[in-house]
């Protein structure tokens, strides 16, 4: 390892750019993580492990290059996050709905696209998905996947709303403006609990590090 550039910290760990020889990866490192906090971190970087190994080889998905009990090395992939890049080209938006069904396929629901940041926008102009400590994996694709993956996809199209809303299908208005049952609970039950402890308790926001990311982590 030549060099190391902290990224993020906070109370599940740190992100590091690092570079070994002539490469640029993405270090993942729950070892700093709050001890009240550190098996929930290990927890979440289980989950990033198996969505990486499912999406392997997987085009403008990080790559896992290696992990142990707390770390995973991945690949890097330049690029800036949506809200500072604000993509507006329909060609972005189509790749992106494109590359979401692809994870789908691989049995991964991504379940943290409502954030901005980990959608970008990379140098070459097309999309990438990063952070994948919320995601799942399921072999079979059941019922309970399949709902995961349609808020996946009613995220992407909150995006598209954003930036280019006169690029909306009727069926994609149709999607948004009906959220699954889980989701309702999840809005109605258990988000104002989450927004409670993640803003309130941990700092975070949707934005999360937008003032200090720049680049893609």
């Known amino acids: 390892m030549h060099s190391k550039e902290l990224l993020k910290k906070d109370l599940f760990g ?6 070994e020889g002539d490469a640029t990866a993405i270090l993942r490192d729950t070892g700093p993580a709050r001890w009240w906090l550190a098996w929930l971190a290990r927890g979440l970087l289980r989950r990033e492990v198996r969505a990486l190994n499912a999406l392997r080889g997987v085009a403008n998905i990080p790559q896992l290059l290696r992990n142990d009990r707390s770390t ?11 809200f500072e890049g604000r993509p507006d080209d329909a060609i972005f938006f189509a790749d992106a709905a494109r590359l979401l069904r692809r994870v789908h396929r691989a049995g991964v629901a991504h379940n943290d696209l ?18 994948f400590q919320l995601a799942t994996y399921s072999r079979k694709r059941g019922r309970l996947f399949r709902a995961a993956a349609r808020e996946d ?25 009906t959220p699954s049952l889980p989701s309702r609970a999840w809005m109605t039950l258990f988000k104002p609990a989450y927004i409670f402890v993640t803003r309130r308790l941990f700092g975070w926001s949707d934005r999360e590090g937008a003032a200090d990311r720049g680049r893609e982590i």
């Open 114 to 131: 409502a954030k901005e940041p980990n959608v970008l926008l990379c140098d070459d102009g097309t999309p990438s998905f990063v952070d």
């Open 153 to 177: 996809i009613r995220h992407l199209l909150k995006h598209k709303r954003t930036y280019r809303p006169d690029l909306l299908t009727t069926r994609e208005r149709s999607i948004l403006d």
């Open 14 to 19: 740190e992100v590091w750019r690092i570079t």
């Open 72 to 82: 995973l090395v991945r690949s890097y992939l330049p690029g800036v996050p949506m």
